[in-house]
């Protein structure tokens, strides 16, 4: 599987971006897909996940009510609206697939997009 993230850019705090995780392979919608920050000077960290069908889905704390996952296994992709965002939400977005159920630990994951750049101004 091979993924390709999008979306990233620059926004005012409260603004809102959706950035979109394309993958190529005809079993896509066998993975489980997460995604994934790392802000500068920080360790990469888990942002929110959902399962094969779209369903379990998983919110960090910091983004439970701002940030909104889904999936199209038709058009083998997933994406992540972010709204009402804030300065702390500057990192680089990374999209992340692996067979089975989703977890929070980024070295459960096989496939990786390259990331997509996401600065919030205040």
């Known amino acids: 599987v091979q993924l390709q993230a999008s979306g990233g850019g620059s926004v005012e705090s409260g603004g809102s971006l959706r950035l979109s995780c394309g993958g190529s392979?005809?079993?896509?919608?066998?993975?489980?897909m997460s995604w994934f920050r790392r802000a500068p000077g920080k360790e990469r960290e888990f942002v929110t996940g959902?399962?094969?069908?779209?369903?379990?889905?998983d919110y960090a704390d910091s983004v439970k009510g701002r940030f909104t996952v889904s999936r199209d296994n038709a058009r083998n992709t997933v994406y992540l609206q972010m709204d009402n965002l804030k300065p702390e939400d500057t990192a680089v977005y990374y999209c992340?697939?692996?067979?089975?159920?989703?977890?929070?630990?980024?070295?459960?994951?096989?496939?990786w997009g390259q990331g997509t750049q996401v600065t919030v101004s205040s």
């Open positions: 392979g005809p079993i896509f919608s066998w993975y489980a």
């Open positions: 992340a697939a692996r067979s089975g159920a989703g977890t929070r630990s980024p070295s459960d994951y096989r496939y």
């Open positions: 959902l399962g094969w069908n779209g369903g379990s889905t």
